[in-house]
């Protein structure tokens, strides 16, 4: 590559004040970033461990586990890289609106077992 | 046309515009992954004890793809940071590294897991014959310990002895030419033929030989009737998942991380003992089973969204981005930032897809 490409726009430039704040930020992605894989590690480790035995109940542990430590790193995810930490209540809104109907979606499945005629 | 607040904030809805469509964008796809996998959850609670599987996908091979798509994830968000920071150059190497991971991610799918899955063979055994199976199914050990019972024999095909009726002859021979299959054994005046097959893709083609009723010689396929029944498969030989070869093992009461390798044991398995009259075996493939009808589904709407972000990222690295950068680096870093927050989506369904099907 020959010189370095600079941009030369005269629009006002909102980046540059921002500059410093993204810097800092590089070094929480990565550790994100590790903290993903070390989860991915744990969800694979976690599934040959019978925790049935251990709980016992009748209900099967090992996806209540799995799901948790999924929920956990897509809340990572969504939070950080997503930057959902800090996003205007805009955005807020629609999504409390998707997980209403995510919610609604799901119940609609477990709703088609219940059986009113056997109850 | 101008689009308009590409930069700047929209004064009612205090976002740039494109921000705005990315999060209604992402909000649809949260509903379209969010129907499939409730399909999941509702195929999966509806299988009967014993029909759900586990362990027939890589577990390894899965972790490592995982591992990319996050490394990817963490490198386009590294890509966006350094376009804030005005560092072009560093910006393109993040870029392009997020490009290669998801090209990885799609051909070890594409080219490795599926593949894979397209060569194995698994039949299910009718309830009324699984006592002849015994040996293959270990249900007498497993109901010992309580697990759920077996019904499927897993394997590599090496054989099918099959049936045919005198029309179907000539096109046999051409399937058997075609496919490069091996006539080991025939009997009953050619009747009962044995034939060496490489892939269940090939005992499915043997099946779908129905013979010509009409003149063979007539070149119009409208005027050609097929007989209902053609070549009937009377038995499948294969090569045993290890699972099956030793079903008493306690190392097969649960899936293993490393896929075991092939046993060296042979069964056969008579068609008529298989379920849905005769009808229940195939490759790994959608009609195999409910589980795999969804596993290709997801995985195949997640590997198209992989192949869409890839093409955009692409086009971020494209002189045309440049170009823009040059003119208005803040309008390529929000490009960027959208095209990262779908990104991110993908790897998030991922996170998901992984455990649900590989692990669990």
Known sequence: ?119 | MEIPYTITARPDTGLWNAKVGIWLFLASEVMLFGGLFSGYLFLRLGADSGYWPHGLLNVPVGTMNTIILIASSVTVVLAWAALKMRQFTRYRIYMAVTIICGIVFLTVKLAYEWPQKFEHFGAYIKPTSLKKYEEYLGNKHLAEKGLPPRFEITGHLHEVEINRADADAAELDAVIKGRDLEITKTEDGGKVVSIKVHSPGDAKALGEVRGLVTNPEEKDPLKQVRKPQGVKIESFELALDEINAHPDSPDNERPSFVPRPLSDKIAEIKTEDIDSDGSAWSAFVPRHSSYFAIYFTITGLHGLHVLAGVLVFIYYMLPVSTKLYRQNPEHLANRVEVAGLFWHFVDLVWIFVFPIFYLL
């Open chain 1, 1 to 119: 590559m020959s010189a370095p490409i600079e941009p030369h726009s005269t629009a006002p430039d909102a980046a540059h004040s921002a500059h410093d704040d993204v810097g800092k930020h590089v070094k929480l992605y990565l550790l994100i970033g590790g903290a993903l894989i070390v989860c991915t590690v744990l969800t694979v480790a976690l599934s040959y461990v019978n925790f049935n035995e251990w709980f016992g109940g009748g209900h099967n542990w090992n996806i209540i586990v799995a799901m948790i430590v999924a929920t956990f790193k897509a809340g990572l995810v969504a939070a950080i890289f997503m930057h959902l930490l800090h996003e205007k209540w805009t955005i807020y809104r629609f999504l409390l609106l998707t997980v209403f109907f995510v919610i609604g979606l799901f119940a609609l499945s477990i709703l088609a077992f219940s059986d009113h005629i056997k109850q």
